[in-house]
């Protein structure tokens, strides 16, 4: 998956299909709003369902920060982690060494729930965006690994090799693939 999601449920149907609660119905507005295009290095928030309280949609921040920086330095952190990805995926076979990733691996785990996500295709030079979605429409379910600084989530996709199917759409070699 290359850093590109889409989320046009609304909050109660994420709710009732996860049998979860907002933190905050406040946000409600805010989440309710169809983001057709979420473009991880803008580090939009997004609601993720964290292992430490597996009863809420909490609001998180696509890409993860290391811990032991404070909410003032996750701005700063995501500007010098754009040379590596920005923390927007993370691979699970290096899951465990990695030095954000493996204190979160066991502990900090959580489900996203996306409406689909974009995957590019290199022709001729030019790159097209795949977007992938269930056929019926349902919501799909990624997981991943975050962390939590002062009173904010921060979150990473985990990703895999690319199965033979999306290794023929994301024709273009990069680190991070979808299934």
């Known amino acids: 998956m290359c850093f590109h999601t889409s989320q046009i449920k609304k909050v109660k149907t994420l709710?009732?299909?996860?049998?979860?609660?907002?933190?905050d119905i406040a946000l409600v507005d805010y989440f309710d709003k169809p983001r057709y295009h979420?473009?991880?290095?803008?580090?939009?928030?997004?609601?993720?369902?964290?292992?430490?309280?597996?009863?809420?949609?909490a609001p998180a921040v696509w890409g993860i920060v290391p811990?032991?920086?404070?909410s003032d330095e996750i701005k700063p952190y995501y500007k010098e982690a754009v040379k590596f990805g920005s923390g927007l995926n993370?691979?699970?076979?290096?899951?465990?060494?990695?030095f954000i990733y493996k204190d979160?691996?066991?502990?900090?785990?959580?489900?996203?729930?996306?409406?689909?996500?974009?995957?590019?295709h290199e022709y001729k030079g030019k790159k097209y965006p795949y977007h992938?979605?269930?056929?019926?429409e349902s919501t799909m379910a990624l997981a991943g690994l975050y962390t939590?600084?002062?009173?904010?989530?921060?979150?990473t996709i985990l990703t895999k090799e690319a199965s033979p199917l999306f290794a023929k759409i994301h024709n273009k070699k990069t680190d991070n693939h979808y299934f």
Not at 38 to 57: A, C
Not at 104 to 120: D, L
Not at 132 to 136: A, I, M, Q, Y
């Open 67 to 70: 811990e032991n920086k404070t």
């Open 148 to 155: 939590v600084i002062d009173t904010f989530i921060t979150f």
């Open 15 to 23: 709710e009732k299909t996860f049998k979860v609660n907002i933190t």
């Open 90 to 98: 993370a691979r699970t076979e290096k899951a465990f060494q990695h």
């Open 38 to 57: 979420l473009n991880g290095f803008t580090h939009p928030n997004m609601l993720v369902i964290p292992q430490q309280k597996p009863e809420v949609l």
């Open 132 to 136: 992938f979605k269930n056929e019926d």
């Open 104 to 120: 979160s691996i066991m502990e900090k785990r959580y489900i996203i729930s996306v409406s689909g996500f974009f995957e590019p």
